[in-house]
């Protein structure tokens, strides 16, 4: 996905659940933030065969940008959340 404005730099793609628990961590951190949302996956091809199946196919993402001075302090939110 393409940045909304020049100056964003993409944080990450993130389904809604997990975007749920990051937004509100970097508003309280006071990072400003863009969310664009891609529902593409949505229309795969044999989507609906899978979800049947029981293989929980691709769903939508939400990208999360940001400036790229709040870069830092974004990923270390991203990484108290989703630690590796």
Do not use: C
């Not at 990450?12 to 996956?41: C, M, Q, T, Y």
């Not at 795969?44 to 199946?53: D, F, I, V």
Request: proline share 11%; charged share 25%.
């Amino acid at each position: 996905m393409d940045s909304p404005q020049p100056d964003l730099i993409q944080l990450g793609a993130f389904e809604p659940n997990e975007a749920k628990r990051l937004l509100p961590l970097l508003e309280s951190d006071g990072i400003p933030f863009e969310v664009e949302a891609d529902h593409s996956a949505l229309l795969a091809p044999g989507r609906t065969a899978a979800l049947y199946l029981g293989t929980y196919p691709e769903g939508s993402k939400l990208a999360v940008f940001v400036r790229e001075e709040d870069l830092p302090a974004a990923l270390d939110r991203v990484k108290s959340l989703f630690p590796l």
